[in-house]
């Protein structure tokens, strides 16, 4: 079965500097990446999504690269803000079959 | 875009007692439903997924159950709980073709 998983549980940054969370996941046929972000006591909210035709994407502040080759998917934020603090999950389907998550990233911004 | 309405937020019960967690969801039709259960600094654990109405997979046996009666509403259901169904418990829906999967706010459910 596909598997999607974070390569570190917790990450600290000072804030103003760059943030990147890495993901990896198992199953070459996974066609459609999200992150999401999910503050304190909330439901996980959409960040950024990536299709797998493509390698790069960017949105405000954030950019999610995929290294298809080696099945592996990073989220990063640029000038990481106090705001930013919350857990990061990544998620993978292929097909539009159901999605797995990975266990999250719980970043910490440093004032 | 999708809505998701999902309640209460907080949810204290006592081991033994029966349980009913309601989700709706609006702005879509035929959607795929989710129940995933969050455990404190854990990933989501996906619990019931539903492609239709009185379609239900179960991904873990557990002391859960889910239903589906109507198109757009899911419910997740214990007759007896454990003190081990304590957690964060998450609604989500997608629609057809890989689009992205929204969430309900969750419910906080405490087992005392």
């Known amino acids: 079965g596909e598997s999607v998983g974070l390569h570190l549980p917790t990450l600290s940054v000072q804030e103003g500097d760059n943030s990147i969370i890495n993901c990896a996941y198992s199953n070459s046929a996974s066609d459609y990446f999200i992150w999401y972000k999910q503050e304190s006591g909330k439901g996980p909210q959409f960040i950024i999504d990536i299709r797998s035709n493509m390698d790069k994407r960017q949105g405000q502040r954030v950019t999610v690269l995929l290294n298809k080759t080696v099945k592996h998917l990073s989220l990063q934020i640029a000038a990481t803000q106090p705001g930013d603090s919350a857990v990061y999950f990544c998620?993978?389907?292929?097909?539009?079959?159901?999605?797995?998550f990975g266990t999250g990233t719980s970043l910490t911004v440093i004032p | 875009s999708q809505t998701i309405h999902q309640w209460p937020a907080t949810l204290v019960q006592p081991v033994g007692s029966p349980l009913s967690l309601e989700c709706t969801v609006e702005?879509?039709?035929?959607?795929?439903l989710y129940w995933y259960r969050q455990a404190a600094g854990r990933g989501l654990q996906l619990l019931f997924y539903?492609?239709?109405?009185?379609?239900i997979s179960s991904e873990v046996p557990q002391n859960l159950s889910a239903s589906r009666p109507q198109d757009r509403q899911f419910i997740l259901s214990s007759k007896k709980l454990l003190l081990s169904d304590s957690g964060f418990y998450l609604c989500a829906c997608d629609g057809t073709g890989a689009s992205r999967a929204f969430f309900g706010q969750g419910t906080r459910l405490t087992v005392v």
């Open positions: 539903s492609v239709g109405i009185g379609q």
């Open positions: 702005g879509t039709s035929n959607p795929n």
């Open positions: 998620a993978g389907t292929s097909f539009g079959n159901q999605f797995y």
